[in-house]
Structure formats: C-alpha cells, structure tokens
C-alpha cells in the first residue's frame, strides 16, 4: 500500500535515478517512489524542476504549508483522469441553480447528520450534549426549505454552532476550554487543533479528487471562483465530523496531546512541530482503518470511503443515482 509522506525537517528533494531522495544536514534517505502517494511539506524545502518532473511522471501530489501550518498550496501534477464530459456536467449542474442547491442542501445534511452522531456517541456514555443534539435535529428540519445557497450556509453554520457548543462538555479539561471557532490566527489550543485537523482534512479530500475524473475547481455548496480549488471543501463537509473532530477527542481523552504540544505564534495560539506529529500519526491510523460498509458489504478504509464519496457524486453528475451522503454509524 502507497504511504503519505509527511516532512518536517528542512532540507533539499531530489530525484536519484527511479528513487525520491532526501538530505539535510542530519543526513540522507532514499524513499522507493513506488511507496509514495502524496508528500505534505511543513518545513523549508528546496527541489527542482526535475523532481517536480519526475512527481508528475509518477502522479504523486505535494502539498505546502507554511511555517505556522497554514495550508499554502499544492503541486498538482497533470490531470491525467480529467474528463471533458465530466467537467460539462459538473459546470451543468453549477450554472442550473435547482441542481446546485439540490447537492448543496445533500453535502450540509451530510455533515449535520454526521456530526449528531458524534454527539449521539457521546451522549450514550453520560455526556450531557442532549440540548446541542436538539438544536441540531430543529435546524436540520430547515435545510430542505431553504431556497439560496446563503440561507443554506447560515443554517449549517447555527448548526457548527450548536455542535461546537458540546465540544468542552465532551472533553473536559481545564487546560483545553473551548470558547467557540476562531480562526486565523487561533486563538485557544481547542481551535488550533480544529484548524489543523481541517487542513489535513481538505488536503486529503483534493488528493482523492485527483484519482477521480471530477474537477476539484467546480464545487456546489462552495462557491466556484478565483480560488484554485473548492470541491475538496464541500467533500470535506461530511468528514470533518468522523475524522478531524473524533480524533481530537481521542487524542486529548488519552493524554496523547497536551499543553505542551501547543505555542504562543502570529499573535494566536498553534500546534507546535510535535504536535502536528501527535496528529498526523493518528490520522494516518484512522485512515487506514476500516469499516464494513452497508451498501458494498465490504470493509473499506476511511480513506478508500472518501473515494466512494465522490464516485457517488460523479454518478449523480451522470444522471445514474442521485447522490446521498456518507452517514457514520460510528
């Protein structure tokens, strides 16, 4: 199985024959290319035109971010999937305004339905989260009357809202109070974790559209513009909830992150480069894990489900099933 390369220390990339090769000054690595399918870069990097040459040859994909691990951009090698057709269907059903709201609507259903489990989970195990549950199960009962794409964003952001409201009853750490979502910079060690996990969590969904033949420019609850990329943001909706923020409850209920893994920076509060390790390697894990899922009947990794995600969406795109969101049963 191809891995994901992360890389913290600062250094040069090159290519060595057949072979990615790293150095710096601790020393020198080869890495098989066959291994890898998508590098993320978190320190100073240097390559060359060779190197990138040589990852568009190999259809891997790189993605920067900057020293405060805030997501910059992505190398992303030449559509080899792209397809005309499927770009024609996605624009059609941008520009029909009815069949954009329609997956609008689908993509923030997901994503509340996918966060009420979460709190479903916790709420069995003596968590009080039942008031955040019922708001949650009141706005969701206005997605469907909704009739712009604004309306639609302020509906799930009162729904963030409610779910976001649970976060320190489920954790319950003085060291780590949430005092709801800010971002750029964050300003509590709570939100850093959800702005990094978000990242990592937009730049994994991108990386599953490039091996599909949508287009990761056209999205629908998102809207279409300047921004190189957007679709991976309303794929991401439905994950967030299942992957980002259960881990974030995983790592703190066991320790695993502490106060210690966080840094005073750019005038908020960060993961430091250990942290995001902490993160990273649980994410990974969780990745990899797998579930049986109802409709194929088979176990898949959460990985292979975010590509079944937009494999439902193309058919949708086709006119060959409409498309209904991934909802967890934990």
Known sequence: ?????????????????????FQNEQGRRFIPVE?????????????????????????IILHFYNNYGY??????????????????????HYLDYKRRLKLAKAF????????????????????????PLDNIADLLERIEDSMAIEALMAIEGNIREAYYSAFNTIIDKDEF???????????????????????????????????????????????TNFRRFSLNLDIAEIFKPILVDRIIFYLLARNMLKANHF????????????????????????????????????????????????????KHLMGEKEYVPYISRW
Request: charged content about 30%; glycine content about 6%; aromatic content about 12%.
């Open 108 to 131: 923030v259903q997901g994503a509340a339905a996918n966060m009420r489990e979460v709190l479903n989970y916790y709420n069995k195990r003596n968590k009080d989260v039942q008031a």
């Open 263 to 314: 840094e005073a920076k750019a005038g908020g509060i960060l993961l430091n480069d250990t942290g995001r390790q902490v993160f990273i390697t649980e994410w990974e894990n969780r990745l990899r894990t797998t579930i049986k899922h109802r409709q194929i009947g088979r176990q898949v990794s959460y990985r292979r489900l975010i590509r079944l995600e937009l494999y439902k969406l193309e």
């Open 71 to 92: 997501y910059v951009g992505t190398y992303y090698p030449r559509e080899h999937l792209n397809s005309g057709y499927m770009i024609l269907r996605q624009a059609e």
């Open 35 to 59: 291994d890898v399918q998508e590098i993320h870069v978190f320190s100073e990097l240097n390559l060359n035109k060779r190197f990138l040459e040589f990852l568009t040859q190999k259809e």
């Open 1 to 21: 199985m191809k891995k994901t390369l992360y890389v913290f220390n600062d250094g040069e990339f090159k290519r060595k024959d057949n072979t990615l090769f």
């Open 177 to 223: 109070v949430f005092k709801g979502r800010n971002r750029r910079p964050p300003r509590d060690r709570i939100n850093a974790l959800i702005s990094f996990g978000n990242t990592i969590a937009y730049t994994a969904c991108l990386s599953e559209i490039y091996k599909t033949h949508l287009d990761p420019r056209i999205a629908y609850l998102h809207t």
